[in-house]
């Protein structure tokens, strides 16, 4: 199972960013995924996640801003990240997890996002 992300990239406090994570090896549609973030000196944080169902949760500093959806078609999930600010600077880490039949939990190779004032 492989997990495969871009999106990342420099952009000003305002701006906007898409966040994408493609999965492959994997059922992908029975797959819980999401993205999480590690800012520098601070522990890695789920950012928003969307179950196999479509349900999806989001933190509460993104929340209005950030919308998560998938494609199961394309095996992916993308993040459309709007309002940017610098507190969303950060390396941000796809992760899918199958509970049923057998448990699976891989995680990408991360995206630096930078956010400048």
């Known amino acids: 199972v492989q997990l495969q992300a871009s999106g990342g990239g420099q952009v000003q406090a305002g701006g906007s960013l898409r966040l994408s994570c493609t999965a492959s090896?994997?059922?992908?549609?029975?797959?819980?995924v999401a993205w999480h973030r590690q800012a520098p000196g601070k522990q890695r944080a789920l950012v928003a996640s969307?179950?196999?169902?479509?349900?999806?949760n989001y933190a509460d500093s993104v929340k209005g801003r950030f919308t998560l959806y998938r494609e199961n078609g394309k095996n992916s999930i993308y993040l459309h990240m709007n309002s940017l600010d610098v507190e969303d600077t950060a390396v941000y880490y796809c992760n899918l997890v199958i509970t049923y039949p057998k448990r699976v939990d891989v995680w990408g190779q991360g995206t630096l996002v930078t956010v400048s004032s």
């Open positions: 969307i179950t196999a169902g479509g349900l999806t």
């Open positions: 090896g994997v059922i992908f549609r029975i797959a819980t």
